[in-house]
């Protein structure tokens, strides 16, 4: 199709890049499900292309409203649209379904809503399905226009499949349904919910004015004794029965008779939603009852993402990295990672300790509120020992205690991180309490347990001291990190369970770390510690350069059974990625051996003709004993020497360090889902959406190059940190921005707009590869580049004076 870009038999971009319209007919059905998830902060839904997915309630594993399937193959719906022919009989749904076998329909992703577009027996239908930025509820507006010189008479039937808790198989016995004549709403209760006891869904259809309504919590009745989802026994009733309260196998139908003048349009909407009583889902409902209010909350959707995407916008010469810089990326990190916690292959609900402190990093530059109350949730997330929850819900206050090595240390990562970018060092004070439960026996490696505030607290810094300050008191033979039961990669979760096995590469993550807090202690006064930390960085980096070098990279870890993994002599897992990248990213590797390790790095793991970077190769299948879980995935896929693309993405930023553009920009380019995506056999092949990132890529025949799961993944939040960051250069420290590029050779330059507050600023970047001295100038006054600070690179002061500023860089 000519007006989108990037088209490749199914689906292609809008001009500006900010919506991915697909477009299904004869039966051309994907490969796997392409979907968006459109979610605030305690309510949300998945929307395939098909017009299924499931819709949830605070937390999207443990109070679904409507049913998750997990099937990527039959991808059966939990709610279906239907309208209905009054004067024919015939019956279909705005939605593609499986009707798209016989029809033609346009689906629309954007940020924050989907569409559908669809016509038949002279009725065109658009549907869009939004969820409002603050209140819990899925609004589906339904506008319905005749193109005929006849009246029409149709029935709209909205069918949703309860839940209300994890699963339906357990939930369903008890969920009692209630008609509110009054509000016109049909509300369901699960009557055994322990966690969520209070949860009300609610179903409406709100018609035009004197519209019959019909309804039934019946799903025998809907569906029939034979009848399937595609032919429901209800299409053929006159109307639905009324029937609710307690039944054996409930649902939520509600049906509206309207009518089409000719040639006229109705618009109907749809409202699915939870709330705390029958009062407040009433007043939900007579909110967005009103065509207005609907209106008003799809701008409001809008304006919100508008105003986050919007922050920085980047025009370079790859037209695939500006699309994803500029909206997608964020976009899959906040709505998804951070707010949802769920995707089509995983409906997790849960934080993650390390996951969410990773994720809020991509967010530093437009949402740092965001970033300062996710250090705040996991600071409160600590034990009184230092260890940390790996994961927990906080709806249901359970988490699970483990050994993992490296969680704990994300903490201290991100607020120094947070404190660099913004210079907001209160953060640092901010008193949040500790977590409190017997310790972990000597032959225990986890326990799902309550959450327990202890009765002790402290300062934000102090829970980032006690982090480091048990991460180095628990070393190995090597002077290198204890592993545990598995640092980064869970997968290791046998390396070192007996307590023998070390990490390399978590010891380039403490050296990276280790400095920032060096200089916070001078700055707090505490320079003793200070200078504690300075030495036992430059030991840890004596070590890790003296064993953890193997000829030609550097090693991965050292086991229980006293073997190394990743080493040059191993016939599995020879070479791991995060090894070689972080040697670099944490400064503690000499330049050289940095160098060769990135250059074993491009060798061994990228594979340019099936366009992926492995993890590590060989995969484990026969190693003995065991590394762990990872080695039950088959060879190639995940972990296991497949393209974990969150792993990988740490190579960008290491190539921009050793000043390398044209290999960083190569890898971004290969990660780049696009790049797999750009005709209808890479679709079929690569399967995954083009417009998210996918946590992982298999190598393993016959599904080389097929995406894994995508959308819940860390890697769009680090994809984004090293386009805008390191390859952009675009880094920000308080009220400077510094622009330290780093450029493929044969690029001309980019320009970017940077917001700060009320101010733009218009950046141009001109690359003369060295014909030119570097030159800055703001406003057309020449700046001397700055000498201070960790970039030592051409800066800018930014400040929000409402005015426009025009910054241009020659390098």
Same mark, same amino acid.
């Given at each position: 199709?000519?007006?989108?870009?990037?088209?490749?038999?199914?689906?292609?971009?809008?001009?500006?890049?900010?919506?991915?319209?697909?477009?299904?007919?004869?039966?051309?059905?994907?490969?796997?499900?392409?979907?968006?998830?459109?979610?605030?902060?305690?309510?949300?839904?998945?929307?395939?292309?098909?017009?299924?997915?499931?819709?949830?309630?605070?937390?999207?594993?443990?109070?679904?409203?409507?049913?998750?399937?997990?099937?990527?193959?039959?991808?059966?719906?939990?709610?279906?649209?239907?309208?209905?022919?009054?004067?024919?009989?015939?019956?279909?749904?705005?939605?593609?379904?499986?009707?798209?076998?016989?029809?033609?329909?346009?689906?629309?992703?954007?940020?924050?809503?989907?569409?559908?577009?669809?016509?038949?027996?002279?009725?065109?239908?658009?549907?869009?399905?939004?969820?409002?930025?603050?209140?819990?509820?899925?609004?589906?507006?339904?506008?319905?226009?005749?193109?005929?010189?006849?009246?029409?008479?149709?029935?709209?039937?909205?069918?949703?499949?309860?839940?209300?808790?994890?699963?339906?198989?357990?939930?369903?016995?008890?969920?009692?349904?209630?008609?509110?004549?009054?509000?016109?709403?049909?509300?369901?209760?699960?009557?055994?919910?322990?966690?969520?006891?209070?949860?009300?869904?609610?179903?409406?259809?709100?018609?035009?004015?004197?519209?019959?309504?019909?309804?039934?919590?019946?799903?025998?009745?809907?569906?029939?004794?034979?009848?399937?989802?595609?032919?429901? &026994?209800?299409?053929?009733?006159?109307?639905?029965?009324?029937?609710?309260?307690?039944?054996?196998?409930?649902?939520?139908?509600?049906?509206?008779?309207?009518?089409?003048?000719?040639?006229?349009?109705?618009?109907?909407?749809?409202?699915?939603?939870?709330?705390?009583?029958?009062?407040?889902?009433?007043?939900?409902?007579?909110?967005?009852?009103?065509?207005?209010?609907?209106?008003?909350?799809?701008?409001?959707?809008?304006?919100?993402?508008?105003?986050?995407?919007?922050?920085?916008?980047?025009?370079?010469?790859?037209?695939?990295?500006?699309?994803?810089?500029?909206?997608?990326?964020?976009?899959?990190?906040?709505?998804?990672?951070?707010?949802?916690?769920?995707?089509?292959?995983? %409906?997790?609900?849960?934080?993650?300790?390390?996951?969410?402190?990773?994720?809020?990093?991509?967010?530093?530059?437009?949402?740092?509120?965001?970033?300062?109350?996710?250090?705040?949730?996991?600071?409160?997330?600590?034990?009184?020992?230092?260890?940390?929850?790996?994961?927990?819900?906080?709806?249901?206050?359970?988490?699970?205690?483990?050994?993992?090595?490296?969680?704990?240390?994300?903490?201290?990562?991100?607020?120094?991180?947070?404190?660099?970018?913004?210079?907001?060092?209160?953060?640092?004070?901010?008193?949040?309490?500790?977590?409190?439960?017997?310790?972990?026996?000597?032959?225990?490696?986890?326990?799902?347990?309550?959450?327990?505030?202890?009765?002790?607290?402290?300062?934000?810094?102090?829970?980032?001291?006690?982090?480091?300050?048990?991460?180095?008191?628990?070393?190995?033979?090597?002077?290198?990190?204890?592993?545990?039961?598995?640092?980064?990669?869970?997968?290791?979760?046998?390396?070192?369970?007996?307590?023998?096995?070390?990490?390399?590469?978590?010891?380039?993550?403490?050296?990276?770390?280790?400095?920032?807090?060096?200089?916070?202690?001078?700055?707090?006064?505490?320079?003793?510690?200070?200078?504690?930390?300075?030495?036992?960085?430059?030991?840890?980096?004596?070590?890790?350069?003296?064993?953890?070098?193997?000829?030609?990279?550097?090693?991965?870890?050292?086991?229980?059974?006293?073997?190394?993994?990743?080493?040059?002599?191993?016939?599995?897992?020879?070479?791991?990625?995060?090894?070689?990248?972080?040697?670099?990213?944490?400064?503690?590797?000499?330049?050289?051996?940095?160098?060769?390790?990135?250059?074993?790095?491009?060798?061994?793991?990228?594979?340019?003709?099936?366009?992926?970077?492995?993890?590590?190769?060989?995969?484990?299948?026969?190693?003995?004993?065991?590394?762990?879980?990872?080695?039950?995935?088959?060879?190639?896929?995940?972990?296991?020497?497949?393209?974990?693309?969150?792993?990988?993405?740490?190579?960008?930023?290491?190539?921009?360090?050793?000043?390398?553009?044209?290999?960083?920009?190569?890898?971004?380019?290969?990660?780049?889902?696009?790049?797999?995506?750009?005709?209808?056999?890479?679709?079929?092949?690569?399967?995954?959406?083009?417009?998210?990132?996918?946590?992982?890529?298999?190598?393993?025949?016959?599904?080389?190059?097929?995406?894994?799961?995508?959308?819940?993944?860390?890697?769009?939040?680090?994809?984004?940190? %090293?386009?805008?960051?390191?390859?952009?250069?675009?880094?920000?420290?308080?009220?400077?921005?510094?622009?330290?590029?780093?450029?493929?050779?044969?690029?001309?330059?980019?320009?970017?707009?940077?917001?700060?507050?009320?101010?733009?600023?218009?950046?141009?970047?001109?690359?003369?590869?060295? &014909?030119?001295?570097?030159?800055?100038?703001?406003?057309?006054?020449?700046?001397?580049?700055?000498?201070?600070?960790?970039?030592?690179?051409?800066?800018?002061?930014?400040?929000?004076?409402?005015?426009?500023?025009?910054?241009?860089?020659?390098?």
């Amino acid at each position: 199709m000519p007006d989108l870009q990037f088209f490749n038999g199914w689906g292609g971009f809008t001009p500006d890049g900010r919506e991915y319209r697909i477009v299904l007919k004869n039966g051309n059905h994907l490969p796997a499900p392409w979907i968006n998830v459109l979610a605030n902060n305690s309510f949300g839904c998945l929307v395939t292309e098909l017009g299924t997915g499931y819709t949830w309630w605070r937390n999207s594993r443990e109070c679904k409203l409507t049913p998750w399937s997990n099937d990527p193959v039959l991808d059966p719906p939990g709610e279906i649209c239907l309208l209905r022919d009054e004067a024919s009989g015939a019956f279909w749904s705005p939605v593609p379904l499986t009707f798209a076998r016989e029809s033609h329909y346009t689906v629309t992703h954007g940020f924050g809503y989907t569409g559908f577009d669809h016509e038949r027996l002279g009725i065109e239908t658009t549907m869009t399905v939004y969820v409002p930025p603050e209140d819990p509820v899925k609004i589906m507006t339904l506008q319905l226009h005749n193109g005929s010189d006849t009246e029409r008479r149709l029935t709209v039937t909205y069918y949703a499949e309860w839940v209300l808790g994890v699963r339906r198989q357990h939930s369903a016995p008890y969920i009692m349904t209630e008609w509110q004549e009054t509000d016109r709403m049909l509300v369901a209760r699960n009557m055994a919910q322990e966690t969520f006891r209070t949860a009300t869904a609610f179903l409406a259809i709100c018609p035009p004015p004197a519209s019959s309504l019909s309804w039934t919590a019946d799903r025998r009745e809907f569906f029939g004794r034979n009848g399937t989802w595609e032919h429901p &026994a209800a299409m053929q009733l006159e109307r639905l029965s009324g029937r609710t309260g307690t039944l054996a196998d409930s649902c939520g139908a509600v049906q509206a008779g309207i009518t089409l003048p000719p040639r006229g349009e109705v618009t109907v909407t749809i409202l699915l939603g939870c709330a705390e009583c029958t009062d407040d889902a009433a007043e939900l409902v007579r909110r967005y009852s009103h065509a207005g209010n609907c209106a008003q909350a799809l701008g409001d959707v809008q304006s919100l993402w508008g105003t986050i995407l919007n922050q920085i916008q980047v025009s370079t010469p790859n037209r695939e990295m500006d699309t994803l810089l500029n909206g997608w990326l964020l976009y899959q990190t906040l709505g998804c990672r951070l707010w949802a916690r769920t995707g089509f292959y995983q %409906a997790g609900g849960a934080y993650g300790y390390r996951d969410q402190l990773q994720d809020v990093l991509a967010l530093l530059h437009t949402r740092p509120d965001v970033a300062r109350a996710q250090i705040l949730l996991h600071a409160a997330h600590q034990y009184t020992e230092g260890d940390v929850q790996h994961w927990w819900h906080e709806e249901t206050a359970r988490g699970i205690r483990t050994r993992f090595s490296d969680d704990l240390l994300w903490l201290p990562y991100t607020v120094a991180r947070y404190v660099e970018h913004t210079g907001d060092e209160s953060v640092l004070d901010e008193v949040v309490p500790y977590l409190q439960s017997e310790p972990l026996a000597e032959d225990v490696h986890e326990r799902y347990e309550p959450t327990e505030r202890s009765g002790e607290s402290g300062t934000v810094f102090e829970h980032c001291l006690r982090a480091l300050e048990r991460a180095l008191a628990h070393t190995g033979e090597h002077g290198l990190p204890l592993i545990g039961s598995g640092d980064w990669n869970d997968g290791f979760s046998l390396v070192g369970s007996r307590g023998r096995g070390e990490s390399v590469w978590l010891g380039w993550f403490l050296c990276t770390i280790l400095p920032s807090f060096s200089e916070l202690c001078d700055r707090r006064g505490d320079g003793k510690r200070a200078g504690r930390f300075r030495e036992a960085r430059e030991k840890l980096a004596g070590d890790l350069n003296r064993h953890g070098w193997d000829e030609q990279w550097y090693r991965r870890a050292f086991t229980d059974a006293g073997k190394w993994l990743g080493s040059v002599h191993s016939e599995e897992c020879r070479i791991d990625a995060i090894a070689q990248s972080w040697s670099v990213i944490s400064g503690a590797a000499p330049q050289e051996m940095g160098l060769q390790a990135m250059q074993s790095f491009d060798r061994e793991l990228v594979d340019r003709e099936l366009g992926i970077a492995h993890l590590l190769t060989p995969p484990f299948n026969h190693t003995t004993p065991s590394p762990g879980y990872i080695q039950g995935y088959p060879p190639g896929i995940r972990e296991n020497g497949g393209q974990y693309t969150h792993g990988v993405i740490w190579s960008i930023i290491a190539w921009c360090i050793l000043g390398n553009g044209d290999k960083a920009f190569e890898l971004f380019h290969l990660l780049n889902p696009l790049s797999h995506t750009r005709t209808a056999a890479e679709v079929r092949q690569y399967a995954g959406e083009p417009y998210v990132m996918a946590a992982d890529v298999y190598t393993a025949s016959p599904h080389e190059g097929r995406a894994g799961w995508t959308w819940y993944t860390g890697a769009a939040g680090w994809m984004y940190q %090293a386009g805008i960051e390191w390859i952009l250069g675009l880094r920000r420290r308080g009220n400077l921005l510094f622009l330290r590029p780093c450029l493929p050779s044969d690029w001309p330059g980019f320009s970017a707009t940077y917001r700060f507050g009320s101010a733009r600023y218009l950046l141009t970047v001109t690359n003369t590869q060295g &014909a030119e001295a570097t030159r800055l100038e703001l406003d057309g006054v020449e700046i001397t580049p700055a000498g201070q600070g960790p970039e030592s690179c051409p800066c800018i002061e930014l400040q929000d004076d409402g005015q426009e500023h025009h910054v241009n860089l020659i390098i």
